[in-house]
C-alpha cells in the first residue's frame, strides 16, 4: 500500500467533541465527494469544501510505502518532551498523561486509511481518529469516528462518536440524522459569506434542539491550522 498525503502536522483540534486537544493531523489527498480543483467545483457532490487536498506538498506531505513508514512520519510531528510522560497525581487522584493523538482526515481519508496504518498508529503510540463523509466503512480499530455528512453522497457509516454536520446544507434537515448511533451531535455553521447568518441558523436550532450542539472552527477564529 502506498499512502499520498498531502500534509502532516501539528497543531490544536479546532472542531467538535475535541476542540482544544493537542494533535497530529495527517491529511492525505483525494476525496470521492470532489476532485479539488475549482473548474468542478460546480459538479461536485461536495461544493462547499474549504480544504486543500490535492498533491504532496504540503508540510509534511508525500508518498509513503508503508503503514510504519507513515506512522513514523506522523511520530516525528509530536512534541518529544511530552512523550511518554508518567500519570501525575492531583487534588481528586492521579491524572493520566494525554494519549498522543491522531487525526485521519482528507479530502477523504478512508479512500487509504487501512488496519494496517491504524496499527502502526497505535504500536506509535497513538489514538486514532478519523474525520470521514461516511461513504466508506472504516477498519476496525479506530478509536475515535467522526462522521460529517454531505447531502448527495450514500451515507454507509451511521454509528460512531460524533456526528458533525455543516449547516444549514439544502435538504440537510439535522432531524434526517437525530436517530443515528453517534455519542454526540454537532452542527458546525458552514463558512463562507454567509457565516454570520449560518451562525445564527446554528444557534437557533440547537437551542431548540437541544440533542445538537454547536461546533465552531476555533483554529480559524485564534488563525492556527
Known sequence: MIYT???????????????????????????????GREEDRERA???????????????????????????????EKWPSSSAGMPAQSGRHGTRQAET?????????????????????FHAAGFEVAIETNGTKLPPAGVDWVCVSPKIGSELVLTTGSELKLVYPQTDGDPARFADFDFDHFYLQPMDGPDQLQNIQLATDYCLQHPQWRLSLQTHKLIGIR
Not at 498525503?5 to 470532489?34: D, H, M, P, S
Not at 498522543?100 to 482528507?106: F, K
Not at 477523504?108 to 496499527?119: F, I
Open 5 to 35: 498525503v498531502k500534509e502532516i502536522y501539528y497543531t490544536l483540534q479546532g472542531e467538535g467533541a475535541n476542540a482544544g486537544r493537542a494533535a497530529v493531523f495527517c491529511r492525505f489527498a483525494g476525496c470521492n465527494l470532489w476532485t
Open 100 to 120: 498522543p493523538l491522531v487525526v485521519c482526515t482528507g479530502g477523504e481519508p478512508l479512500l487509504q486509511l487501512d488496519a494496517a496504518a491504524v496499527d502502526a
Open 45 to 75: 457532490i461536495c461544493r462547499f469544501c474549504d480544504t486543500d487536498f490535492i498533491g504532496i506538498d504540503g508540510p509534511g506531505g508525500g508518498k509513503f510505502d508503508s503503514a510504519t513508514s507513515l506512522a513514523a512520519a506522523v511520530a
